[in-house]
């Protein structure tokens, strides 16, 4: 009984044809255009950014720089998936270790076969702990990894503010 309505909904609609194999999708709303990833909404001005934040990400490598340094990115360069994957793992690595006290991005830079990651934190942990996961997560990192790794800590009373939005 279904099969000869949908036939006769077909017949009177020339333009949607049936397609051997495959199907149509019928979109009823217009294509939205604008880039609205990694932004943050404008507000009534109480809102704090970081630099980071405040920059749209059309802005890399003009008025901010790269989160992940290495050349792996370069024309017919091997590798640039896996050193993807393995900044990924590291970040999430590092958001685990010192939980709530990473206030910014960790910036990774290769150098030769050394893994250094600078690292911005608030001052929620005492430093006999901050120092004691430091070199446990070096030392960790360093085994995974095969490869010299240093992490380079920043600690700050309070976020940094670049303006308000």
């Excluded at 609609?13 to 932004?39: D, F």
């Excluded at 939980?99 to 430093?127: Q, T």
């Amino acid at each position: 009984m279904a099969a000869p309505a949908v036939v006769r909904a077909l017949r009177a609609l020339p333009h949607i044809r049936p397609v051997l194999g495959g199907s149509r999708c019928l979109h009823s709303t217009p294509p939205c255009l604008k880039a609205r990833a990694a932004r943050v909404r404008v507000g009534k001005g109480d809102k704090p950014v970081t630099y980071e934040q405040a920059h749209g990400p059309h802005h890399i490598a003009h008025r901010k720089g790269w989160l992940s340094l290495h050349t792996g990115n370069l024309c017919s360069e091997p590798g640039a998936a896996q050193r993807a994957v393995e900044d990924a793992f590291v970040r999430r690595f590092l958001r685990g270790t010192f939980p709530g006290a990473l206030l910014a991005p960790l910036v990774l830079r290769r150098r030769g076969r050394a893994l250094l990651v600078s690292a911005l934190l608030g001052r929620a942990l005492p430093p006999a702990q901050l120092l004691f996961l430091q070199g446990y997560a070096e030392a960790l990192l360093s085994a995974l990894y095969r490869s010299p790794v240093r992490i380079e800590l920043l600690t700050v009373p309070a976020p940094p503010v670049y303006k308000h939005l």
